[in-house]
Antibody, heavy 116, light 108 residues
Framework: EVQVVVSGGGLVKPGGSLRLSCVAS????????FNWVRQAPGKGLEWVSS????????HYADSVKGRFTISRDDAKNSLYLQMNSLRVEDTAIYYC?????????WGQGVLVTVSS | EVVMTQSPATLSVSPGERATLSCRAS??????VAWYQQKPGQAPRLVIH???IRATGVPARFSGSSSGTEFTLTISSLQSEDFAVYYC??????????FGGGTKVEIK
């Protein structure tokens, strides 16, 4: 059974940092590409970042470039998103998703709230 | 950046009726388009990939088609569990990966 579990969300002040984690099982983690996607309250889906299976290719949306860092630890079947210099507009539910072209497996999402 | 434009924003349909959702890409994206279904409080779920290939476990009443840069998701006979928001996404020209703004399918 495929399971993708996201953790690490919460309330943080503007300028603060937060680290999200995503643990996946039920498929080959090490051979999978992964992405982070977010959804602001009441809004649509926004792609945030991607990382290939080898970790060699990493991309970011312009809105988070220079502030967010995606990484992975295949030994722990884990994907991470380090979020620094957080802004109010980063408030959203953050999902991790496995990518095989399209996004076939999604985690349940965690809420990140940036507010003073 | 490829802009994906979905229409309509809201579609009111009676159970058992047909629903047709549209998505237009601002440039050529081949058939690298996916459709996702999202219900309140849930993560998106892959419905269609490759413009017309149903994802595993998706009922046959869901179908996808394409013509140039126009993409269509059709639900042949709406069931109660199909009322949701649907997003299209292109994965041909990226970064960035881009989603449409969504179409809410609601009960008429």
């Amino acid at each position: 059974e495929v399971q993708v579990v996201v953790s690490g969300g919460g309330l943080v002040k503007p300028g603060g940092s937060l680290r999200l984690s995503c643990v996946a099982s039920g498929f080959s983690f090490s051979r999978s590409n992964f992405n982070w996607v977010r959804q602001a309250p009441g809004k649509g889906l926004e792609w945030v970042s991607s990382i290939t299976s080898s970790g060699s290719y990493i991309h970011y949306a312009d809105s988070v470039k220079g502030r967010f860092t995606i990484s992975r630890d295949d030994a722990k079947n884990s994907l991470y998103l380090q979020m620094n210099s957080l802004r109010v507009e980063d408030t959203a539910i953050y999902y991790c998703a496995r990518e095989s072209g399209s996004f076939d497996y999604w985690g349940q999402g965690v809420l990140v709230t940036v507010s003073s | 950046e490829v802009v994906m434009t979905q229409s309509p924003a809201t579609l009111s349909v009676s159970p058992g009726e047909r629903a047709t959702l549209s998505c237009r890409a601002s440039q050529f994206v081949s058939t690298n388009v996916a459709w996702y279904q999202q219900k309140p409080g849930q993560a998106p779920r892959l419905v269609i990939h490759g413009a017309s290939i149903r994802a595993t476990g998706v009922p046959a009443r869901f179908s996808g088609s394409s013509s140039g840069t126009e993409f269509t998701l059709t639900i042949s006979s709406l069931q109660s569990e199909d009322f949701a928001v649907y997003y299209c996404q292109q994965y041909n020209n990226w970064p960035p990966l881009t989603f449409g703004g969504g179409t809410k399918v609601e009960i008429k």
